[in-house]
């Protein structure tokens, strides 16, 4: 039996010296799009680099979380170089959008793998940031914890790409989370991946394919959308995901997306562990439920569930610039430009109903191509830490508009190139020239 534990109840843990494993000039914290862009462009630039992940594997969302759809991926650099990459292994199936694609997910890993060791970066998975040990207002080293136990990592300079600010928040950083006056989240999406046996019989039923007349176009078809959605609903089950969908991976294996999970913060374990086995549970019933009704859906079978449940929004971290729903209105521009936003506001209902669905669309209507400073990836309370990706400086608006993963991947080498020249350079990120920063980052957007 359970015994209830009182919130002000502690325990003292006694003092112990943790091993000092790495030195290097830069630390990645999160090897998701944003992480391996950064780790990558920071290598690219001189440094020395150490790259952080919790999960078994690189890539975050896009390997663990199995979302295997691409967005604002022709983006300058190494989102266009993967992009590349992926083609020549035959692994993407291109569509009429070049900013969206899908993708081999056992490939992903591969290459992203490769691609790090190739730049030397020394990577480490199954470790997930503890602690920081802070200095003068800076990071001197992150405490992991892992199989090895407790581990420092030291570094000049640090960079946030775990996706929710964990690095920041760690080291004391403010930070904004959710929907005003509530904080309320955008809800979590629990991703699966299946196998039909007839790829041409489950067409009408599949938004996006090689096959269909408008694979991956800017408009998705909710034809296909509003059948399958018919089709769960036939079998007795009422998705948590209105806007249902299966899309291709390769040949016949489809990546499903039919959950939403509400009322879940990405920074409470209980939350993420609750959302997890609601999401995987709703997945399998409906799959089961598609396969008794038979006919095309009798050769439907379960390949696997995410690691990762994907998460659409956790800290937005304090930086020296804040992206505003008013930048997206104007199609602000920067001097300090990092990249360009094309994606428009993608609110998903924070409770389940259609009205910030509805807001999104109205929002949208006013949203323009903008710029994403460099001064947004600059944390503003501690002295040697850059963002990259979701966690960027924003607010809930924009934050719906520039946290899929090609602009993450974007911002990710901005922040990489950065951490390596105030590394290089013995400053602090704020006190970087942006014309050096703008010429290294040439040269990365330049493979």
């Not at 993420?272 to 409906?286: D, K, M, P, S, Y």
């Not at 999104?360 to 309370?381: E, F, K, N, V, W």
């Not at 350079?425 to 040269?443: M, Q, R, S, V, Y």
Request: aromatic content about 6%; proline content about 3%.
């Amino acid at each position: 039996m359970n015994k209830s534990i009182q919130p002000e109840t502690y325990v003292t843990l006694p003092e112990s010296k943790v091993p000092v494993v790495a030195d290097t000039d830069v630390i990645v914290v999160g090897g998701g799009p944003a992480g391996i862009a950064a780790a990558l462009a920071a290598s690219r630039t001189g440094a020395s680099v150490s790259l952080i992940e919790a999960n078994g594997c690189l890539g975050g969302v896009w390997t663990a979380g199995l979302l295997a759809w691409m967005f604002e991926m022709d983006q300058p650099g190494i989102p266009r170089e993967i992009t590349r990459c992926l083609g020549e292994r035959n692994a993407r199936i291109d569509g009429h959008d070049p900013n969206m694609y899908t993708y081999d997910i056992e490939e992903m890993k591969l290459l992203l793998e490769e691609m790090c060791a190739e730049a030397d970066i020394r990577f480490q998975l199954h470790t997930r940031a503890r602690a920081c040990l802070m200095k003068d207002g800076a990071i001197d080293a992150v405490v992991t914890d892992s199989k090895s136990g407790a581990q420092a990592w030291r570094a000049k300079t640090f960079v946030d790409t775990t996706g929710d600010g964990d690095l920041a928040a760690l080291a004391g950083c403010g930070y904004a989370l959710g929907k005003d006056p509530d904080g309320s989240c955008q809800p979590m999406t629990y991703m699966a991946l299946v196998t039909v046996r007839d790829l041409t019989a489950a067409g009408p039923f599949i938004c996006f394919w090689e096959g269909g007349e408008r694979h991956l176009h800017k408009t998705v078809n909710y034809n296909t959308v509003n059948a399958f959605r018919a089709e769960i609903r036939r079998a007795g089950i009422e998705p948590s995901y209105s806007q249902t969908k299966m899309f291709q991976v390769r040949d016949n294996l489809l990546a499903l997306m039919v959950n939403h999970e509400y009322a879940a913060s990405a920074i409470d374990a209980a939350d993420l562990t609750r959302a997890t086995v609601h999401g995987r549970a709703e997945v399998q019933r409906i799959v089961k439920g598609l396969q008794r009704l038979g006919g095309v859906w009798s050769g439907l079978q379960m390949v696997a569930t995410c690691e990762h449940i994907g998460i659409r929004e956790g800290r937005r971290i304090n930086g020296l610039y804040t992206v505003t729903q008013n930048d997206l209105a104007a199609g602000q521009t920067h001097q300090d430009a990092v990249c360009k936003v094309h994606f428009g506001v993608d609110i998903h209902s924070t409770n389940g109903t259609k009205s910030t669905g509805q807001d999104s669309l109205a929002i949208g209507a006013t949203m323009h191509p903008y710029d994403i400073p460099m001064r947004a990836l600059i944390a503003r309370d501690v002295t040697n830490l850059l963002l990259g990706g979701r966690c960027i400086s924003g607010d809930f608006i924009a934050h719906s508009s520039y946290r899929v993963t090609g602009t993450a991947a974007a911002t990710g080498q901005a922040a990489g190139v950065a951490a390596a020249l105030s590394a290089n350079l013995n400053t602090t990120p704020a006190l970087l020239k942006w014309e050096e920063i703008k010429k290294h980052l040439h040269n990365i957007t330049l493979k």
